[in-house]
């Protein structure tokens, strides 16, 4: 696996779920004037997406995350995002939570399939963070956050080769291999079968620096072209125009990676297929994971840098619901299959004996395993990585 995808996967998950979130707050925002105490308004709006987006690119945050590092599990990163969405006032409930997080995944496991070369994933990435600083040109401070990060990206991987993109690309693909949540606008438009699948397109313009398929050329043995032969293909393909911008500024060219959701339609989910073997989620390998005392120090250093917001005096947080209706949410919330659930863990940053329980509880979640006799009691690291917090 590539210790080079971990960045290339949080940044581009997270950018999906800032297109969901500004979708839904604009969708549920009611004009300043009219709006009631526990009412969005659009200065709520602006005031979340700013403080998601300020502890998302966090300097000490983003220092971790670009660190040369395996990925982990599922449940690991699901914690670090239900941690990042709760940054500012807005609350989600589980089910709404569930389903905020299917549709971050599947958006960019579509992008990921449809890449035409590996290397263009770093172009998806850049397309979401082109988004994002849209989302808070008003703010110059965090503007040049997410700046800071869009140069460590460029340092860190305009140089790799074709190779190392190629590696990173099948790393993605074996993490999204298991998921098959259907979603609504990739049903509408045909680009994902009823069991969850996505279906390929045939067409289209074929990767930049290949020619369209359609020639084949014979060269003798001293590499001189003697014969052409031509062939009907299934496909209508064209050539680029023009490779995308891999700098700070610039025409990607490439459309992956930009917000589905600014034309307003409905987002639902759906789990894919009756069976167990369908589930939204596969579901977590009960035998010991032999990387959980590392998931645990690499949580404990990521969400140190993650503060949750707490209202003042007299300010109550924000419901954020992301069904249609309240009903919906809380049927979602019922008949969700206990194996698919997720927690939020909250690491509170106190002196207080509790934490050493809470301590527990989090190992219990990842299932620990025992530490090996050549260990060197690195087990004891997430300890002292607490006391810091």
Not at 121 to 133: E, G, P, Q, S
Request: proline share 5%; hydrophobic share 40%.
């Amino acid at each position: 696996m590539s210790a080079r995808t971990l960045p290339l996967l949080f940044l581009n998950l997270g950018g999906e779920m800032l297109y969901i979130l500004d979708q839904r707050l604009r969708a549920q925002s009611i004009p300043g004037e009219k709006a009631r105490k526990d009412e969005w308004t659009d200065v709520d709006r602006k005031r979340v997406m700013n403080d998601i987006i300020s502890t998302m690119f966090n300097r000490r945050f983003m220092e971790e995350l670009f660190k040369p590092q395996e990925l982990y599990s599922k449940k690991a990163l699901r914690t670090v995002y239900d941690r990042l969405a709760h940054a500012s006032i807005m609350r989600l409930n589980q089910a709404s939570m569930d389903k905020l997080y299917d549709l971050m995944t599947m958006a960019f496991k579509y992008q990921v399939l449809l890449c035409p070369r590996p290397r263009d994933i770093l172009l998806v990435t850049f397309n979401h963070l082109d988004a994002i600083k849209d989302f808070v040109y008003e703010s110059p401070g965090i503007l040049n956050q997410v700046d800071e990060t869009f140069r460590q990206l460029i340092e860190t991987y305009n140089c790799l080769s074709d190779g190392e993109f190629q590696l990173i690309r099948q790393t993605l693909l074996i993490f999204f291999q298991d998921m098959h949540i259907r979603v609504s606008i990739f049903l509408k438009d045909k680009v994902q079968n009823s069991n969850g699948r996505f279906a390929l397109p045939t067409s289209g313009p074929v990767p930049w620096g290949t020619e369209v398929p359609g020639l084949i050329r014979i060269f003798n043995h001293k590499g001189v072209e003697v014969k052409r032969t031509e062939f009907t293909t299934a496909g209508n393909y064209v050539s680029p125009q023009r490779e995308g911008s891999f700098e700070l500024y610039g025409d990607r060219v490439l459309k992956l990676g930009t917000n589905m959701y600014s034309v307003s339609r409905p987002v639902e989910t759906h789990m894919a297929g009756s069976s167990k073997n369908l589930a939204s989620h596969a579901k977590e390998n009960t035998a010991p994971n032999p990387l959980a005392k590392e998931e645990l120090n690499f949580l404990a250093r990521l969400l140190g840098g993650l503060d949750i917001h707490k209202p003042a005096a007299g300010e109550t947080g924000f419901r954020l619901n992301l069904f249609p209706t309240d009903e919906e949410e809380e049927h979602a919330a019922q008949t969700r299959p206990e194996d698919l659930s997720y927690k939020v863990i909250n690491i509170e940053a106190t002196q207080e004996p509790g934490r050493r329980a809470e301590l527990s509880r989090i190992l219990g979640e990842l299932e620990v395993a025992e530490p090996r006799p050549d260990s060197g009691g690195k087990g004891e690291d997430l300890l002292a990585l607490m006391d810091g917090l």
